[in-house]
């Protein structure tokens, strides 16, 4: 069981692109050769700004609520974890319903991975791998009390998409938490393009 | 939450309403149940609730009609357990006294009295009369047989416990 005293804080600004993440994702033994982080380049042409996609693992998950198979579930302590293999039927409904964009149906396994805080390594007491290998520790995973000191941005566990409130296990680390942030993707339809 | 939801809950604590071991313990406890609920008919062997309640006791002999009334080659019917317990009485052509269950052993239909032998309608079986056992047709068994006792008063008796009567030599009192 991954104890509560310890967060997971995404810091995109703190991001330098280098795929550590990713490739140490993808060498885990229990998914060998998929990973579960998406690195995206935010604005390709007018900046070298990335930002790392892990599961951020919902109150109330979106992906299990759509799943049509009751293949997603969450343990105790919060985490949502993968597709259960026997129950998935790789319909994408959570790959299409999820507001980050995480699960993805892999189409050599016919089942849906995502990320699952490496629950093989946090439940002991690890970190998980991905903060382990982040050099500029854009993916941190500490005591909650210590980010405090340990960063100028603040945690943010509140979104909205539309009118819908998500909260969520993990924290995106922001220079005001106070005001939500929206992900609605009309928003960037309308004026972002 | 909507009702179905419930049925399906996102957590994994409230998924597993039934375990493995849960599982085996209910279908252990049913076995039991069984088990002991047959030792208990077993030992209790009277007749159940609904039963009509001369359903386990009987007489142990039954006057069924007059010696004189009943000529020779003659059958009467009459019933030993009960009024669905039907039987015949037979006074062969030879002047000795015969009383069978009707119930044909091959499938149960009401055997009758020919004049020579106990034929079945519904199959064309056949069953002598000295000792009820199958000459023709599909029965295999012989009929369940009463003992006959003529009385001094005239009246004939029938008493026994519908046993299967033995082949002379092999035992019993046939």
């Not at chain 1, 790789?90 to 490496?118: R, T």
């Not at chain 2, 006791?57 to 357990?81: I, M, Q, W």
């Not at chain 2, 519904?122 to 003529?150: D, I, K, M, Q, Y």
């Amino acid at each position: 069981m991954v104890s509560e005293e310890y967060g997971f804080f995404i810091d995109p600004q703190r991001c330098i692109g280098c795929r550590s993440c990713v490739a140490s994702c993808a060498e885990c033994g229990t998914h060998r050769g998929h990973s579960m982080i998406h690195l995206d380049e935010l604005d390709r042409l007018a900046s070298t700004q990335t930002g790392p996609t892990v599961c951020m693992h919902c109150e109330d998950p979106i992906c299990a609520m759509s799943c049509p198979a009751d293949a997603i579930k969450r343990s105790e302590d919060g985490v949502v974890h993968s597709s259960q293999k026997p129950r998935c039927i790789a319909c994408q409904n959570c790959q299409l319903s999820c507001p980050f964009g995480v699960p993805i149906v892999f189409p050599g396994l016919e089942q849906m991975l995502k990320c699952d805080l490496c629950y093989d390594r946090t439940s002991l007491g690890q970190r998980p791998m991905c903060a382990t290998v982040c050099p500029s520790q854009a993916l941190l995973f500490a005591p909650r009390h210590e980010v405090a000191g340990l960063r100028g941005n603040k945690p943010l566990r509140t979104f909205l998409i539309g009118t819908l409130v998500v909260k969520t296990r993990n924290a995106i680390m922001v220079p005001d938490p106070e005001t939500p942030l929206n992900l609605d993707a009309s928003l960037l339809c309308d004026g972002g393009f | 939450m909507a009702g179905w939801k419930s049925l399906f809950p996102v957590d994994l604590a409230e998924e597993s309403r039934l375990s493995r071991r849960e599982f085996a313990r209910f279908m252990a406890l049913v076995s039991a149940g069984f088990t002991g609920g047959i030792g208990y008919l077993y030992l209790r062997r009277k007749p159940l609730d609904g039963a009509p309640a001369s359903a386990g006791d009987h007489p142990a002999e039954l006057k069924v009609c007059r010696a004189e009334d009943l000529a020779l080659g003659n059958s009467f019917l009459f019933t030993y357990r009960d009024a669905k317990d039907r039987c015949i009485l037979i006074h062969t052509p030879k002047g000795e006294w015969r009383a069978y269950r009707q119930t044909c052993t091959h499938l149960g239909c009401a055997v009758r009295w020919d004049g020579r032998r106990l034929e079945c309608p519904c199959h064309n079986g056949a069953f002598e009369v000295e000792l009820g056992f199958p000459v023709a047709g599909p029965p295999t068994r012989p009929l369940s047989r009463l003992n006959v006792e003529l009385r001094p008063d005239g009246w004939v008796w029938v008493h026994g416990d519908l046993p299967k009567p033995t082949l002379p030599g092999q035992g019993g009192d046939a």
